[in-house]
């Protein structure tokens, strides 16, 4: 017995010295190449092995609306984290990785959820990232926070990690001009770098004023500093610096007033702008469809980014910067424009409309077939009239009105605090050689007069025009900062005649307040607005669709609101456009809304713009 004792003891023995012998040799390996192989290296950076400093992110801006309506926030989000030094194992980097990812798969069953990472995530995490906790699994709900409080005592090594997320509490709202935040690179080529050996990962705004005021919203980043043994674990924590939280952002906007000229988008392709034509306060910004930027939340998911971005109606677009369009009839003020300042025409310049204009063996058709008749300039605004202006365009030449186009900023960016903003087209005999390898003919002219054509403006660039014409050549450059105490800053000053702004804004007001005024639709109790309606058509022929449009500012006498709207699928700006604005100024002039405008109704097709 004893004999069997020892026997077992002495292989035991053996087996513990022959390991001894292992472990030395390696010991005396590791050592060599330590002291000998990259002795140089080593010295250089012994100190810096002891201490490691962690990058703290700081704590983001929080985003207000003008009147303090919270736009965006931040809320703490739960994550599952393990810390290597306490799952370390003997035995090498591969056991301590194979423990850890044990150890996520022993949770999966626990809290009931997929591992949403891998083994070869462990591994490089260990590489990198050594010191710092590894989050298994980011942003859990509460029906796994519960379940992980019951069992948290069996799990040595597991936390729970605490990662501020950002949140927009009104869900949608503003959604376009607010833009999403993601993850920033875990290797940024920074001088941060040279400063910091860990990255914990920061978020920074990607799209929208979360992108633009990024700098102010994200504050700069503290740091820790921890001990590390010889293998790189965490021996403990040694308070660094702290962070600096980044500053509060109060945009322009109008909560209540960006809630219904959303509501007026609602189901619908398309957008609108209302802003502020005595500064350039961008007052509500609203693209359809939309989306809810909560989903990117936790970052940018990949999968969920390119299902939005594929859907044909595209909800990511920003359409009231970005979005395209013929302008239609709501061109036809800068007509006016064009002939008043060139002289080619005067208040009184008449034309007659049959229901058409013939230009050689090209015709342009009226939108009232049975023609307007004999018509004056502020009538042909009122009326909308194609015949009169197709003829006012001609007279005025398309250099007149191209110069006019420009100088109202079409086919340039209005320099908005919003990335991917589009310029547009003015085409001019130039562009139609080099892009159409055709000259300039008397058809180009007619339809540039009518808005058609090649010509393409934003809603934000049309907003402008409105801005400007409520402006009498004043045009502010638009602004998503609020700044009570500075004012606009001037974008352009327009030198036109007195006359030329009194004779437009006289046949806009005439649109919606006159009893045939196109934009009847959109008149609001109480409240003097000037408006001009446009309808666009596009598409293949065999299946025309038609954008509805209208601008506008009120009131006339000292106007607050300047505005644009397109809707993709219309019937037209007067039947389609018009009513959504109504409902948007009845709201920021606190008149009643949902009332019917007290206008008889309009047999289809007949009333346009
Ligand atoms: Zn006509």
Redesign the pocket.
Known sequence: MFSEWLEHESIRVRFVLAAMLAAFLVLTVTLWRVQVVRHGEYSKSHMKQSTRCVRMPASRGIIYDRDGVCLAENRPSYCIALYAEELRQAGGWKRTKEEVYRTIQRLSRVLQIKPEVTLDDVGRHLNRRLPLPFLAWRDVDQRVLARWAEHAGKFPGVDIYIEPVRMYPMGRLGAHVLGQVGRTDLSPETDDEMTYHYYLPDIEGKYGVEKSFNQSLAGKPGAMLITVDASGFRQNQVKGWESKSGDNVILTLDADIQQLAEQALEGERGAVVVLDPRNGDIIALASSPTYDPNDFGTGLNAREWRRLNSEASRPLFNRAVSGLYPPGSIFKPVVCAAALESRAGTPNTGFS?P?YFLLGNARFD???KQ??GW?VMPQAIE?S????FCQLGMATGPESIIKTARALGLGTLTGIDLSSESAGLVPDSAWKRRVMRDGWRGGDTCNISIGQGALLVTPLQMALIASTIAGKGTCYKPRLLRDARKPGQVLRKLDFSQETWRVISQGMENVVQAEHGTGKRARVDGVQMAGKTGTAEYGPRDARKKYGWFMGFAPVEEPRYAMAIVIEEAMSGGITAAPRIKEIMAGAFGAASGAQPDVEAVPEGEIDG
């Not at 009239?385 to 009169?388: K, L, P, Q, R, T």
């Open positions: 409309c229901g009226c939108w009232r023609g307007h018509l009326q009239c194609n015949a009169y």
